[in-house]
């Protein structure tokens, strides 16, 4: 089965820090994605990669940015970490992009920003 | 601009009986379904999906039906049980692979 990977379960930032949020991927999946889950807006996309160093913004990317310089690897960065982020980041792999794939997601980094 | 929407924010049914989830869409560009469960805590795990040329699919207590000229999808759980409480999400994609997710629905079974 996919396993979709993330870094950490929890963590707790200050206001105005740097983060990183860590996934991987080992199932060779060509597509990644970064969401963000709030009480009653459901799943958000903030970015996508469909390939290595490939990206493309997603519905709420303000404020976030990404990088993925290795297929099994996509990482979310809040440059400056504001109240409003605390949220459930959500990674998911799908496996291409030329039928429909379904979505595997990893567990979830609950952040919360102080 | 919400374009899909579960409309029911939490659902209780008696264990044994039919769960009913519901959801609607905007885009009639949207050409494939899918279901997702999430338990707290926890990443959301797939459930069922449909394509656009289906009107049904079917797997094991899990049934989602498509209605396109209503823009309307329903997933049916029977008999629903006390571990199907959780929430669920339906998502649409239009080949864009940028899946557009609902709201979701709290399924509460009760025992």
């Known amino acids: 089965d996919v396993k979709v990977t993330q870094s950490s379960r929890y963590l707790v930032k200050r206001t105005g820090e740097k983060v990183f949020l860590e996934c991987v991927q080992d199932?060779?999946?060509?597509?990644m994605f970064w969401y963000r889950q709030d009480p009653g807006l459901g799943l958000r996309l903030i970015y996508f990669s469909y390939d290595v160093k490939m990206k493309e913004k997603g519905d709420i990317p303000e404020g976030y940015s990404v990088s993925r310089e290795k297929k099994e690897r996509f990482s979310l960065i809040l440059e400056s970490a504001s109240t409003n982020q605390t949220s459930m980041y959500l990674c998911?792999?799908?496996?291409?992009?030329?039928?429909?794939?379904?979505?595997?997601f990893g567990s979830g980094t609950q952040l919360s920003v102080l | 601009d919400q374009q899909v929407k579960q409309n029911s924010p939490s659902l209780s049914v008696q264990e044994g009986r039919i769960s009913i989830l519901n959801c609607d869409y905007t885009n009639s560009m949207f050409d494939y379904f899918l279901w997702y469960k999430k338990y707290p805590a926890e990443g959301p795990t797939f459930l069922i999906s449909i394509s656009s040329i289906k009107d049904k699919n079917e797997d094991g207590r899990f049934t989602v039906f498509l209605n396109k000229s209503a823009k309307h999808l329903s997933l049916h759980i029977v008999p629903s049980q006390p571990g199907d409480s959780a929430v669920y999400f339906c998502a649409a994609d239009s080949g864009t692979y940028k899946y557009i997710f609902g709201t979701g629905t709290r399924l509460k079974v009760l025992a």
């Open positions: 199932m060779d999946h060509e597509n």
């Open positions: 998911a792999s799908s496996l291409n992009s030329l039928t429909n794939e379904k979505l595997f």
